[in-house]
């Protein structure tokens, strides 16, 4: 039975977190506090294609984890506080989100309650982390790659690999070989289900999660931020195939391994 402790209606842990390695989800979400979901004119479909479904089952790989519920729509828990509520349309793709065309300030200032609910709740749990030695947070995404329509061609694989791993922010001096041995595991992929095209940085480097945890935790805490194509759903119906999801979930698994034995010659 998975422990969730902590548990509040922003943020939930699994597992006992004595690390090194734990993990999130922050945009599996879709549910809004009632008063956001009144205000919202975006229909449900094109919300959905934008968040990342399903990726809480990726990363419930690792058992130490953090379980978001809220849509990114409400608070957007991967960029600054600045910029975590979409008040505009130039704020989310161009998308017409909410009643009258801009949210109101005070459904504003209750979004940003939520962004800050989530990071103090986390600080605390990274805090231990830090406090016993290096340690690695697997900040799972997922990207679209057919918004062209659902019966256009896909974008060209050249640009987008199946996993972006973004390390843009990660002190290379310390984590370089963790990091290496990370993208040589997973491009392994899991048993029985072949390579995986896994490159760094090609459209995403890590956002603010990542910025947060290595801003607080110098030279201790690495994020590496995974942007998973949708090639193991249809990003349009939201129907997902089971067999290459279980695939990205036993490719995710097969690193962990390998980060632990690199953890450990950091401490």
């Not at 089952?57 to 984890?65: T, Y």
């Not at 008040?87 to 109101?104: F, Y």
């Not at 194509?229 to 999801?245: H, I, P, S």
Request: with cysteine; charged share 30%; aromatic share 8%.
């Amino acid at each position: 039975m998975t422990d969730l402790g902590g548990t509040s209606d922003v943020v939930a842990f699994a597992g006992d977190w004595q690390g090194p390695v734990v993990a999130t989800s922050v945009h599996a979400g879709h549910g809004l506090r009632p008063e956001i979901a009144d205000a919202m004119v975006l229909d449900e479909d094109t919300r959905l294609r934008e968040e990342d479904p399903f990726t809480d089952r990726i990363a419930a790989v690792v058992p130490d984890r953090a379980i978001t519920s809220r849509s990114r729509f409400e608070a957007d828990l991967n960029r600054p506080r600045r910029e975590a509520v979409y008040r505009r349309p130039e704020d989310c793709w161009g998308l017409d989100v909410w009643r009258g065309g801009t949210l109101s300030r005070e459904l504003f200032e209750g979004s940003l309650a939520t962004y800050d609910a989530f990071y103090d709740a986390l600080a605390p749990r990274l805090d231990a982390l830090a406090e016993r030695g290096p340690f690695v947070l697997l900040d799972v995404h997922s990207y679209n790659h057919r918004r062209s329509g659902a019966d256009a061609d896909p974008a060209p694989a050249e640009d987008n690999p199946e996993v972006n791993v973004g390390t843009a922010s990660i002190d290379r001096q310390t984590f370089g070989p963790l990091v290496e041995r990370f993208v040589t595991d997973i491009r392994a992929g899991g048993t029985g289900c072949g390579p995986v095209d896994a490159r760094e940085n090609v459209s995403f480097e890590g956002r603010a999660l990542a910025w947060f945890v290595h801003d607080r935790y110098p030279g201790v805490g690495c994020v590496l931020a995974l942007e998973f194509k949708k090639v193991w759903m249809d990003e349009w119906t939201a129907e997902v195939d089971e067999e290459r999801l279980s695939c990205v979930r036993a490719a995710l698994a097969a690193t962990l391994p390998g980060l632990h034995e690199e953890l450990e010659k950091l401490r």
